[in-house]
């Protein structure tokens, strides 16, 4: 495999650690990582979160610490994260097919370890990484208003989707008092609460949203929920 040919190039030596220690390295990968959205990237595609649980186990945890098999499956993963950006980067991360069966536009082993060669020898990471995006005009333009939308945002939140029409109806209250709650409309996602403190909750919603005030879930109010 690809991973393969750099660790035989590296003498089969860990690339992002020394001694049970985290070399500066990885720790501008890992902060690459947790902003590739900024690329038009996702933080999950290169093990974002396995990272950071690893890491912080080895670092809290003396005896895991000493456990060399936990720092090789460590030093995979950061090869594994980097040589996907690299590929997604260069080529993007969606397939196509007539260029994946031309030879020519193959990213071959050379690559990857030019790539490595100048990270491990001083080059910036991000620098590294930058050169390899399009040269492009449009994809300018499309990254710039991506960063805008994300600087416009505090933070990313996964809120409850309300399925309506839903016939089940003790699910679908359950979803919408979840909703309200994320929205810190009600105190408690799952507490009971009594028919009239829900509709009042429903009203002051529809009300601030300029919906037509009527206390009751309706396909307007599941919408903007949504």
């Known amino acids: 495999t690809m991973a393969d040919s750099l660790y035989i190039k590296n003498e089969y030596k860990p690339i992002w650690s020394r001694e049970a220690a985290f070399l500066p390295l990885a720790d501008s990968l890992l902060t690459f990582i947790e902003n590739c959205k900024r690329f038009g ?4 595609d290169y093990h974002n979160r396995a990272l950071h649980g690893m890491r ?7 005896i895991t610490k000493m456990n060399a098999s936990v720092w090789a499956a460590m030093d995979l993963m950061y090869t594994d994260a980097f040589l996907l950006l690299g590929k997604h980067l260069k080529q993007g991360r969606l397939k196509y097919d007539s260029v994946t069966l031309r030879t020519d536009s193959l990213l071959g082993k050379e690559f990857y370890q030019g790539l490595l060669r100048q990270v491990t020898g001083g080059a910036s990471l991000s620098s590294v990484f930058n050169q390899l995006e399009p040269q492009h005009a449009a994809y300018d333009s499309l990254k710039l208003g991506l960063n805008f939308f994300l600087d416009s945002i505090k933070n990313f939140q996964r809120f409850t989707y309300v399925i309506y029409p839903n016939k089940d109806s ?7 008092q979840k909703r309200l709650y994320e929205d810190s409309l009600l105190s408690s996602p799952t507490d009971p609460i009594d028919t009239a403190t829900f509709r009042s909750v429903i009203r002051n919603y529809q009300k601030s949203k300029g919906l037509k005030v009527t206390g009751k879930l309706n396909v307007n109010t599941a919408n903007a929920l949504n």
Do not use: E, G
């Not at 912080?56 to 003396?62: E, G, I, P, R």
């Open 56 to 62: 912080s186990m080895l670092l809290s945890d003396s």
């Open 41 to 44: 990237l996702f933080p999950s």
């Open 170 to 176: 003790v699910a679908l209250y359950a979803q919408v």
